[in-house]
């Protein structure tokens, strides 16, 4: 492989970065407990549910939301536990190209954190329709918009790990950033989500709440604002993500390390 | 061959490095000298592309270290003692970098046997003392099989057998042609492992020259150093 390339390229910076993130025990112990806490939810959502009118695959993908702070605070960390260690100087020692080296981080992280976040989505799904009681009938991926729903908020995990990546490289200390990422989808947007009504579509939760994980338009009421559909919301995650990437590589490269 | 031209790189209102121009050449080891917060650091980065210099450059092997090919493979760093993830262990911090710059895996272990961490190398090396992890850091700064080494006080926590082990190791790296640049304070050591001699204060170049040029009319290179240096110290205890 080496023999023809004559120079270093996101091949090479993409195996350095497997190799980081795979030989790190929390890593794998993170990722672990975001996919446990998902399905547990989707357990407990399924042992309980009465009602066979609601929207029993919304209701399966609960546990998502908790998951991905997960997904984000890793994310996140991988970034900032670079500099925490000093990593980051043999990491730019290797790789000076600096947004090359953080694009393989994003790709490497995006697959692992996409496969985790998938593999969850569908084993909430599947362990919710297996515990239903009070004789509700268990949804199945070929009814009208359970595919999509489960593989969206799977798609998510990864979103929110990527936003999480981005920020980690923006503000660079593991406690701020993580502060940054909780703020910013969790409590603003909630805040928002009350205050103004016209932003409440675009907040991470809601989206996820309301967009990716549901089967059908969510309808609360006269005051409800209009969410976004499915794959727009999807879209809305991506572009965050890719904000935070893009912001995150431009600071690296211009910053001393 | 290193060469810094007219490197010069404030921090708001200092100075660390000021128009500062010297070769290190092939062949011999050059240590580098200055009292602290003189700027060696400083220029040990600017040289490796971490910071930026306000004005002038630094060139490896005649290019700049961000356009150089496989980075690892033409310079070989150790910057501070620990730049390695506490979680990691030894083999799996030196198997990332060895990967981002397509260096065999069977590196790895012929480096980790070179410095001496063959027992420890599947420990985390959050565990590692200062001295192993200073090993470490060597490990990683020969990964490449460089021909240019920048080392910026390597014996830091090393005890008097890891102190002789550095002196010999890059000695024999600068008999094999390699270009081996060094950092210290300590002017005894110095003494007794560098041939050629870089000496800064206050970021900007004192001397550049040979132990023995240095050292002659003086009762030793620590007097010498000493003597080159009255007027630049930055910090310095009360005597009394």
Known sequence: MSGTTDRYGLA?????????????????????????????IAVAVGRNSRDA??????????????????????????????????????TLAVIPRRPLALMAKAVVFGVVTLIVGEA?????????????????????????????????????????GL?????????????AAVGVLVAGVYVIAQVIGFLAHGAAAYMPIL????????????????????????????GVLALYAAIALTAGGWLLAKRDA | MIEARELTRRYGPTIAVDALSFDVRPGSVTGFLGPNGSGKSTTMRLILGLDRPDAG?????????????????????????RAFHPGRSARGHLAALAAGNAIPRTRV?????????????????????????????????????????????????????????????????????????????????????????????????LADTTVA????????????????????VEYRGATS
Request: net charge neutral; charged share 20%.
């Open chain 1, 120 to 160: 969850a989505a569908f084993t909430a799904f599947f362990a919710e329709a297996a515990t239903l009681r009070h004789g509700i009938a268990a949804p199945t991926l070929g009814q009208p918009g359970v595919l999509r729903a489960v593989v969206l908020t799977g798609a998510a995990f990864c979103l929110i």
């Open chain 2, 109 to 205: 272990d012929e480096v980790i046997d070179m410095v001496g961490l063959t027992g420890a190398a599947g420990r985390r090396a959050g565990k590692f003392s200062l001295g192993m992890g200073q090993r470490l850091g060597v490990a990683a700064a020969l990964l490449g099989d460089p021909a240019v080494l920048l080392l910026d006080e390597p014996v830091n926590g090393l005890d008097p057998e890891g102190v002789r082990w550095i002196r010999d190791l890059l000695k024999s790296l600068a008999a094999q042609g390699r270009t081996v640049f060094v950092s210290s304070h300590l002017i005894s050591e110095m003494a007794l492992t560098a041939e050629r001699l870089v000496v800064i204060g206050r970021g900007r170049l």
């Open chain 2, 213 to 232: 040029e240095m050292s002659a009319g003086s009762a030793s290179l620590e007097d010498a150093f000493f003597r080159l240096t009255d007027t630049e």
């Open chain 1, 53 to 90: 009118s609601a929207d029993l695959v919304n209701n399966a993908l609960a546990g998502v939301v908790p998951g991905l702070l997960l997904a984000g605070a890793l994310g996140v960390l991988t970034m900032t536990g670079e500099y925490s260690s000093g990593t980051i100087r043999a």
């Open chain 1, 207 to 234: 989206i996820l709440e309301n967009s990716l994980s549901t089967t059908r338009p969510v309808d609360c009421g006269p005051s409800c604002p209009e969410f976004l559909s499915a794959w727009a919301g999807l």
């Open chain 1, 12 to 40: 090479q910076a993409a195996r350095m970065e497997w190799i980081k993130l795979r030989s790190l025990r929390s890593t794998w112990w993170t990722l672990a407990v975001t996919a446990a806490g998902t399905v547990g």
């Open chain 2, 57 to 81: 450059q630094a060139r490896i092997g005649g290019r700049r270290y961000r356009e150089l090919r496989w980075p690892l493979r033409e310079v070989g760093a150790l910057l501070e003692a």
């Open chain 1, 163 to 175: 936003l999480g990546l981005g920020l980690g490289a923006i503000v660079r200390h593991s406690a």
